[in-house]
């Protein structure tokens, strides 16, 4: 523009200047610019040329909306930082330019902290084939737990309790997935054989138990679905696959001890009620006998 020239700016901490950053005007102290070391302070000590209007308005060529946060922080050492990740960035960027370390190293941590509060508490993949399935189970180093659900897979009419069982099943898969969500990892497939509602169990890559939540019954000259929710069941086989966490697999003796089956490697696709016994209980029972 017509009248705007080049000057060298020096003078006395104490001594005011006019700023005009992006067009907003900022009014405050050499003392405040040159305070820490920052391209400030080589704008405003003689050291660098600067462009100024015919009223005598220092221009710097960046956006002012952040302009007071960062004279703040040269006035005080200190500064809220605004509320949302994009102001951070915004800050962050206006932080860079001017070359000021420490309001740098701030922004940036204010950003890693709201990353870390907006990740997920549970990571839940949804498996669309059996490829996929096998990759999930034998890349993660945690025990696996697998819910098929798959309602349309029925050839019968279900039974009038069948639908709330189904959702039982699920509502339990949520619920675990949430308290396990750091030292198992929970998969869902929802297309996968003919089931329709199963759980499996892996640990190191391998299964280690089933939990089959249907059956066929018969009513008069029908034959109908029926969907259970053993509930105790399920929790056991939880339970017992956390054993999977060490590298170096459970123990036997107390895989023997926990399972309702006697052994890990007989899987069962029934849902008796006696199959629904505690294996913690089965455990204790087992010290007491030991220490008698």
Not at 154 to 173: A, G, R, W
Not at 191 to 220: D, M, P, R
Not at 246 to 272: E, F, K, Y
Not at 280 to 285: H, P
């Amino acid at each position: 523009m017509s009248g705007d020239h080049k000057t060298l700016i020096k003078g006395s901490p104490s001594q005011y200047v006019k700023l005009n950053v992006g067009g907003t005007l900022f009014y405050t102290t050499i003392g405040t610019l040159t305070k820490s070391d920052n391209m400030l302070r080589t704008m405003f000590s003689g050291r660098m040329e600067v462009l100024t209007d015919s009223e005598g308005w220092i221009l710097i060529d960046r956006c002012g909306k952040h302009f007071g946060t960062i004279l703040n922080y040269l006035r005080d050492g200190t500064v809220a930082l605004p509320d949302t990740y994009r102001e951070i960035m915004e800050l962050l960027a206006e932080a860079k330019y001017f070359l000021i370390e420490e309001l740098t190293d701030s922004c940036q941590q204010a950003l890693a902290k709201k990353e870390r509060e907006a990740e997920p508490i549970c990571r839940v993949p949804l498996i669309t084939s059996q490829k996929e399935e096998q990759l999930l189970i034998m890349s993660t180093s945690k025990p696996v737990v697998k819910l098929l659900i798959n309602r349309h897979n029925n050839k019968y009419s279900y039974t009038s309790t069948s639908d709330d069982n189904l959702l039982k099943n699920i509502e339990l898969f949520d619920k675990l997935s949430l308290r396990f969500s750091g030292r198992v990892l929970f998969i869902k497939d929802v297309i996968g054989s003919n089931e329709i509602c199963c759980w499996s169990f892996f640990g190191h890559g391998k299964k280690c138990a089933e939990v089959c939540c249907t059956s066929i019954v018969y009513a008069t000259d029908k034959k109908h679905t029926k969907v259970e929710f053993p509930e105790a069941r399920i929790y056991e086989e939880t339970l017992g696959i956390l054993l999977y966490e060490s590298r170096n697999g459970p123990d036997q003796d107390l895989i023997q001890a926990t399972s309702s089956r006697g052994a890990v490697g007989g899987l069962s696709c029934t849902s008796d009620e006696e199959e629904e016994r505690s294996g913690l209980a089965r455990l204790r029972s087992n010290k007491q006998n030991n220490q008698s």
